[in-house]
């Protein structure tokens, strides 16, 4: 399996060079033509990063080294993309509407030990699938922290969704076979969790709490389990459930539930 490996110093260069090369390039390009686009032109600081995932063969490891980069990248292919923990953050592209790190289109992909933090959603998985988010935070995002968008086969393991301007962790638009496993979601300005229109999806050994809406909302989903897990103290319902089905029994005996101010489960059939 080949390595890529990506120093701070060459970054910084490469988008140094970008900014300072020779007068009468190339016309402007708009966000519009960077939408979902691979050219690494929209990467910012993350040019080189963007140009070793095209260059990848599938199955191959992308890592990116410790720094703040502004950029954000797109994974179109199956491999592994991995930072140094909370050493590297990538803070996005505010003349794109795409998240930091946008997973689209693919299968076999694992994103890993890193932090995104940017000016809409952190990292969004979409139509894709047997995808794996392991130890990635998602902190002051100006949409969702992590957002699964009408893909399958996913988890999001140890991650966190924290202080972000919309949810923290989000399942949605028909996904199905999520697991959101040993994550943590608090401090967000609207739900910590929730799951919309999807169907298998599993919530367990989970923290949401001290969150401005619901500790997890469910809403016109099917299949849904929330297993040992900790709802407590967020400002509306630990968890509340509509147009879904739920055993409260089960949701009550199997999970932690107190200090939610409006209550601790709802349920609006």
């Known amino acids: 399996?080949?390595?890529?490996?990506?120093?701070l110093t060459s970054l910084l260069f490469v988008a140094f060079s970008a900014c300072n090369g020779g007068g009468g390039g190339a016309p402007a390009q708009t966000a519009a033509d960077g939408r979902l686009s691979t050219n690494p032109t929209f990467a910012g600081e993350l040019g080189d990063v963007q140009r070793a995932i095209n260059a990848a063969a599938p199955g191959e490891t992308v890592t990116i080294g410790a720094g703040t980069f502004r950029g954000r990248l797109v994974v179109h292919k199956s491999l592994t993309l991995v930072g140094a923990g909370a050493d590297t953050m990538l803070t996005g592209n505010a003349a794109l509407d795409d998240a930091v790190i946008e997973v689209?289109?693919?299968?076999d992909v694992i994103v890993a030990d890193l932090v995104v933090s940017g000016p809409h959603t952190g990292l969004c998985v979409r139509s894709s699938s047997q995808v794996l988010v392991?130890?990635?935070?998602?902190?002051?995002?100006g949409h969702e922290g992590i957002d699964v968008r009408g893909s399958s086969q996913v988890t999001l393991l140890?991650?966190?969704?924290?202080q972000n301007t919309s949810v923290g962790l989000r399942v949605r638009e028909a996904s199905t076979d999520v697991r959101?496993?040993?994550?943590?979601?608090?401090?967000?300005q609207d739900q910590g969790i929730?799951?919309?229109?999807?169907?298998a999806v599993t919530v367990q050994a989970s923290t949401s709490?001290?969150?401005r809406g619901d500790g997890v909302r469910?809403?016109?989903?099917?299949?849904?389990?929330?297993?040992?897990?900790?709802?407590?103290d967020n400002l509306e319902y630990g968890l509340r459930a509509i147009g879904t089905i739920l055993d409260i029994s089960a949701v009550r005996g199997q999970n932690q539930l107190t200090g939610n101010v409006e209550g601790d489960v709802r349920v609006d059939v």
């Open 180 to 188: 959101i496993d040993q994550c943590t979601a608090r401090d967000n």
């Open 104 to 107: 689209v289109g693919t299968s």
């Open 134 to 141: 392991r130890d990635v935070v998602a902190t002051g995002n």
């Open 1 to 7: 399996m080949k390595t890529f490996g990506l120093s």
């Open 158 to 162: 140890r991650c966190t969704g924290l």
């Open 209 to 211: 709490r001290d969150n």
């Open 194 to 199: 929730e799951l919309r229109g999807s169907s």
């Open 218 to 232: 469910v809403r016109d989903s099917n299949d849904i389990d929330v297993l040992d897990s900790v709802l407590i």
